[in-house]
């Protein structure tokens, strides 16, 4: 098993690769973020698996007009919100956490009304890589920024979640309008995923599934809960990752939170759906943690092989990440090794994203300068690799 290191060189200070999505033009775009060093815009990267070359088409900061020097907590990060269509766009938002220039350290809550070091509130715009035009730019919501977001392309919708004050709120593309539908909790949803229908799912904090119903345009608490430790009762546990098995029938998912655990959603079957519960990543969970890192799970991506790969921290190699390969038919699971290029290991795992050809590629977080690891299974029949469709509609 062999890993090529796709690292950003030219961006030797930023830290943090939190979206990662393939375009319908074959390119992998990710949004290369800073998270501990004050004054750093987000830039969107693109890497050509066919020629191995690695560009940087977008300054997000400059396109957004929000000057990394202006003394404001910088539009530093894309966080789960970089969105591709079938027409070559791409859709993003900005996230905020990244510090104003000079500063080592930003929080949200104790500069809300400081009319220096605030933020001035997540921008969304729409970016066209083949011709380098950026389409629409705009303000999405005032002081908040946008954690995540998921792309209904059939009906010009874009559904996401506001940090830190936790709004899901839905974006009509057309309007250029933001709808608030209102608060749904306090500790922020990394996810949000879709049925075949268009309809947005995540959680509340105890991680009882929230819908959105794009027919009847409200968000329905269902009394569904994702899969926790049985000596706790659910708080924190939130969706952290999750991607449709290829038939679209079900969602594979991870948590975020302390005994981590894989689940399966049947978003249709039935009038609330159906949730199992597929234990830990892999092996036994520790009976101890240290970290919430300790055994961090992302990066989940559907092989051509019709296998399930996600990176897992493993507390028993270091907390090194390693590449899971599950079966959906039996569940198995299999330890393919460290994710590694020679010495270089990632700190962990945030997305994963598939080419055309059957290429893995995962984005790292926590090292400097950031990078993606690109990884090349076995491969018995490549010819799905022509397929030309949105891999993933959300971040």
Known sequence: MSFQAIVFNEL???????????????????????????????????????????????SVADAVGCPVDDGHATHGKIHYCLLPADDGTLYAATHCTTPPAGDTVWRPWHTWDDPVKSFSGSRIFSYKPADDSLQFMGDLVPKQSTRCMALNQDRGLIYGITY??????????????????GRI??????CIFLDNQGNGYTTNDYGFIIRYSVDKGILEELPVQIPHAPHRDGFHTLPYDAVASPDGTAIYGVTWDFDIRLFRYFPEDGKDGRIEDLGAPYGTPADTWWDIKDEHTGGLVFGLDGFLYYAANLIEDDQKSHLIKLNPSTLEREDMGAIHDGDIYPDHISRATRDYAGNLYFADVGMRPTRVFKYTPVLSNRAAKQERKIIRSWG
């Open 185 to 190: 909790g306090s500790v922020n949803p990394q």
């Open 164 to 181: 830190p004050q936790d709004h899901f709120f839905v974006y009509h593309i057309d309007e250029r309008r933001t709808e608030d539908l």
């Open 12 to 58: 030797p200070v930023h830290d943090t690769c939190w979206s990662i999505t393939t375009g319908i033009d074959g390119i992998i775009y990710m949004a290369v973020c800073g998270e501990m060093t004050g004054g750093l815009g987000a830039y969107i990267a693109a890497y050509s698996p066919e020629e191995d070359t690695l560009s940087y088409p977008l």
